[in-house]
């Protein structure tokens, strides 16, 4: 039980979880001071618009490119910036290979970030922008005031499922309070700094890594519930947040989001291994096909998916080209409150990343 469901669990809180916390709570911090500075020198500078936009978007997480759309809505950036961004987005699963491997994250980011560039610059010269003509009609119109309620978990909710085992703590506190131990062990563990087995037998023979990692998952869980199911926090008003508080608490859901996936990736492949001893090299994801099923995958809205597919790349599965096809192609939560504004543009924008994703993923399996 306890390598089957138990260390899995751990794993993706003490593995990726806690390594996501802490840098997402760091960028959140960062576009809470710096955020409109950002945006303000972007519409001021409209040729640097897919630079900016590629910028924004290889960002870790979701928020850069989702602080774009309303932009674009009201006519103050082109579509190739809006392109831009969601091909060098990662979305959220880009916590995952940074908590992963920080130097794999790096290289992957850099070509994400010089894709974006690209075909960003592409789309402009190409003259492609579907609304083009209704922004001339809508430019100084301001954005649509119920959209930024698309996010924000209920934490009164969080922090009611926690009950007795946390009580009249708020849940984003009982999170970084629980976060900041984990981090301190899972540090020396990870980076095979100690050995587990002394650190355990200096605690009584409780091995704190796999306690705080279950428990760590636990919470996540429960705030991820708590959210009521929704697939991501990420929203126009969480990409600005207006204090240090909103951004902890957005930092929270995030973690415990991303988290939750993780764990769900990590748990079903230790289950599906374990029972039936398929390591992933049966998996028909490999060559010209894998790239292709990559960037199809990329088309599904939202980060849940894409943080399962990236879970089973951190866990062996999957090839190269065909996470990197996965990368180009998904446009994360960004593509949501676009949709919302820009229905035919979002579906233009999806679509046109993929070719790019397609082409990459492919020339990869050249190069390799």
Known sequence: MTELVLRPLADAFMQVGVYVAVMVALFGWLRWRYGDRVTDGLTSRPRLGPLVGALLGVSPGCGGAIILMPLYA?????????????AATMGDSSWVVLAWNPGFALKIHALLFAVGLVTGYVVDALGIDPARAVNRRVAAAPAPVGLAAVG???LA??????GGLLPRVPASTAFWGLTTPAFAVSVPVVFQLVDPGAL????????????LGVLGSLTAALIFAAGRGRLADDSLET????????????SAHEASFVTVWVAVAYLGWQVVTTTTGFDGSQLALTGLVGVLVGAGIGLIPGCAVQIVFTGLYVSGGLPL???????????????IPLAALRRHSA????????VPAAAVGAALLVLL
Do not use: C, M, W
């Open 74 to 86: 009201r006519g103050k950036v082109s579509f190739g910036t809006v392109v831009a961004a969601l």
């Open 152 to 154: 924000g978990p209920d």
């Open 157 to 162: 909710g969080a922090r009611r499922l926690l």
């Open 200 to 211: 355990s037998r200096s605690f009584g023979g409780v091995d704190p890594y796999l306690a």
């Open 239 to 250: 990409a600005h947040p207006r204090s240090l508080r909103e951004t902890l608490r957005h």
């Open 321 to 335: 080209p065909t996470l990197v096809a996965n990368a180009i192609s998904q446009d994360g939560d960004a593509l």
């Open 347 to 354: 579906a233009l924008a999806t679509v046109v990343t993929t």
